[in-house]
């Protein structure tokens, strides 16, 4: 006895634009613990949030006045993390990969956040 079965493939086209409007910018990336966030083109009164790959939200700041940030995870674990960036009209997604990295030296930008004690 022989099984028969019918497969349909419905197939789309998706567009993907690139707003660089939108673009958030994390550098260096991969990090040695300390990285910048940039925010460009972006209004005032953000809401930042880091997690790490379970989900757990390891780091939370409301309204952000500058565009332009610096983050410390010395002393979190080694590993990728995600970051959220809430607008008033979107939501934005970026990973954050954090390794062992020889940088250069970096000076502080902006808001310094120490995630070392939200844990």
């Not at 079965?5 to 040695?32: A, G, H, M």
């Not at 390891?58 to 002393?75: A, Q, T």
């Not at 502080?108 to 995630?115: A, H, V």
Request: glycine letters at 6%; one cysteine or more.
């Amino acid at each position: 006895m022989k099984s028969q079965f019918r497969v349909d493939f419905l197939t789309k086209k998706i567009k993907c634009y690139d707003n660089r409007e939108d673009k958030i910018v994390i550098f260096p990336n991969p990090n040695d613990g300390i990285f910048r966030i940039k925010l460009p083109n972006m209004d005032f009164n953000i809401d930042l949030k880091a997690m790490n790959s379970e989900g757990k939200n390891i780091y939370e700041e409301c309204n952000l006045k500058n565009n332009e940030i610096e983050i410390n995870l010395n002393g979190v674990a080694k590993g990728l993390y995600f970051l959220k960036v809430y607008t008033k009209e979107k939501v934005l997604f970026k990973s954050i990969s954090y390794t062992i990295v020889n940088g250069l030296p970096r000076n502080k930008i902006g808001e310094s956040f120490n995630l070392k004690n939200l844990i």
